[in-house]
C-alpha cells in the first residue's frame, strides 16, 4: 500500500511545476535503498530528498547523509525532521549549480560516495550527466528516471543514443527494475525505472579531446535513421564520399547506421577524423 505524506499533498502543486512526483510507495522505497549497497563507510548524496521518505532509509546505511534540496520549506521541514541525526546534513540547493566536490566539502561527506535521488524528468539526464563528468565522480549512481530515459542510457548495440554512448563513455548502467505511476504522489503519466550506473576506472575508451570525441559522436546522430555515410555528412557539413571515406579508414562500413556502433568502434572513427584534420591542417 502506498504510504500518503500530507507534506507531499500539500506540495503536489508547487512540485509539479518543478516536474517532480514524490515515490511514496514503502516496498519499492526499500528496494532502492538495498539496491544502492551502501556500506557504513559510504558518504551518500541524495538528490531531491522532498519530504524525507527515502532519506530515513538512507540515513540507517550510510556513515554520511548529505540531502539535497531545492525548495526551501522543505528543505526546513527535513532539518527539523533529522535535526537529531548527527549524521545528515541538509543542503538547500540546486544540484546543477554545485559541483559535487563542494557538495561533499559542504555536506561534511568524502569520497568514496554515492548518489541515489528520485529524479525529475525534465532534469534527469542533465543531473546525471552532472556527476559523470565531475572531477570528483560517485562510486555509483542509484537514480529514478522516466523508462524510457533509463532505458536510453542501458541500451546496448543496435539501440544506442547519443545520450547511451554519454553515459556509457563513463559508467556501466544496468536497468534494475520500473517503477508504476501508482508508486508516486501525484501519479505521472508514463512509467518509471530505476537504473544503477556504475562509474568506470577511467573511461569506456580513451581519446585525446573529450569533447571533440562527443561533438563527432553526436554528428552521427544528427540524422540515426540515415546510414552512417549521410548521417555524418550532415552532422559534420561535408559530402557523404567524404564521410565514408572516413569510414572506411576507421574499418567501419559506410552502409551501417549509428545506433549500432559500440563506443571502441566510435572511438576508432574519432582518430581517424582526427588523423584526417591533422592532415588537412598541414
Known sequence: MAYHDPVTQSRGRR??????????????????????????????????????????????????????????????????????????HVLEANVLSVAPEELLARGGG????????????????????????????PQRLLVTLQAEVARNMAAAPGDMTFLSAEVQYYAEPRLLFEVPPSAFRPPPKVRSAVLRLDTRHGTAVEVDDREAFFRLVQAGFAARRKQLRNALAIGLGCGPAEAEALLLEAGLDAGRRAQTLTLQEWAALYRAYRGTAAGVSR
Open 15 to 88: 512540485r509539479k511545476a518543478l516536474g517532480q512526483h514524490w515515490l511514496v510507495d514503502r516496498r519499492v522505497l526499500g528496494r532502492i535503498a538495498r539496491a544502492a549497497d551502501i556500506t557504513p563507510e559510504d558518504t551518500v548524496i541524495e538528490v531531491g530528498a522532498g519530504t524525507g521518505l527515502l532519506t530515513a532509509l538512507l540515513a540507517q546505511r550510510a556513515a554520511r547523509l548529505i540531502a539535497v534540496e531545492v525548495d526551501p520549506e522543505l528543505a526546513a521541514g527535513l532539518r527539523e525532521r533529522f535535526r537529531d541525526r548527527e549524521n545528515v
Open 110 to 137: 568524502g569520497l568514496p560516495y554515492v548518489v541515489v535521488g528520485n529524479l525529475p524528468y525534465f532534469i534527469g539526464s542533465a543531473i546525471v550527466r552532472h556527476f559523470l563528468a565531475a572531477r570528483a565522480q
